[in-house]
């Protein structure tokens, strides 16, 4: 019985401390863009996250780690040399990955 409550509330904690959400609200302002997008989001700690920008087969086309405050952040993407089309763009900490599309014109 004693073991039973024990898994019990270590699986409690456990659920609770990856429940919570440090990156929220992801957006990108214009979408579709021409030559680039700000890319926005809240986060609820300072820590160090990936902007990574994948093709839609999956290729890493852009990658660069920035710093975020607590609050809003928002992160100005240029287009480059990248083609038209669609792409997925994502916020990697090291406790989540969030991720949305946009579309080059």
Do not use: D, W
């Not at 609770?16 to 302002?29: D, H």
């Not at 700000?38 to 086309?61: A, D, E, M, Y």
């Amino acid at each position: 019985m004693a073991k039973k409550l024990l898994l019990f509330i270590f699986l409690c904690f456990t659920a609770a401390g990856f429940s919570q959400k440090t990156l929220q609200k992801l957006s990108a302002a214009p979408n579709p863009l021409y030559s680039s997008t700000t890319i926005s989001f809240n986060s609820t700690s300072i820590q160090p996250v990936f902007l990574v920008i994948k093709n839609v087969l999956g290729k890493t086309v852009y990658k660069k780690v920035h710093t975020t405050k607590i609050g809003k952040n928002a992160i100005l993407f240029n287009r480059k040399n990248l083609q038209a089309g669609m792409y997925i763009y994502a916020i990697r900490s090291r406790k989540e990955v969030v991720s949305k599309r946009f579309v080059i014109k």
